[in-house]
């Protein structure tokens, strides 16, 4: 494990470039959990991904609600969101296409209930509440990929 890396960002705006800034990193294959709570940020980071990626959502079968597949000729992303879910719900959502796709971006809100199946190279950003606007986030790569990306990342910030 890595050194963590704190981000700051002071509007939902800033989260948004942060979140292009990132998506410009990305080649496939990168898992992201994100954490924090509720209105932390997690899916307005999340969104600013797939927008950056000029991805579109697509609907997925039967769990809707709890994954959501980005796709386009360049990229496939998985957004997901297991908020209250057990590790002994996650069978036969439809995530079996989406853990096979190992060039898929994949980006997990509440992802402890899948944790295990995925593969332990992975970003933790942890979504802390500051002020009203104001996030801090923290940032750690669970192994070379992750890290790679977070240090790309690191570079295009202003100092
Ligand atoms: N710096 C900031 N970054 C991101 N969002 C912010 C920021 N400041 C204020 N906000 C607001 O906080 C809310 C964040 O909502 P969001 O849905 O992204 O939270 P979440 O972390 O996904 O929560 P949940 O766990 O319920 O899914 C939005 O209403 C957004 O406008
Ligand atoms: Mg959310």
Known sequence: MMKPITLYSNSREETETLATRFA???????????????????????????RA??????PTSASFSLMKAYRSKKHCLFHID????????????GFEEMLEDEHAIILAEWPDPISQMLPQDRLEMDFILKQVDRREIVCTAHGPVSAARLEELCQTIPA
């Open 24 to 50: 410009q990193t990305l080649r496939g294959g990168e898992i992201v959990f994100l954490r924090g709570p509720i209105g932390a940020g997690k899916t307005v980071f999340v969104k600013g991904v797939a």
């Open 53 to 58: 990626l000029g991805l579109k959502s697509s």
């Open 82 to 93: 297991l908020f209250r879910l057990e590790a002994n719900e996650v069978f036969n959502l």
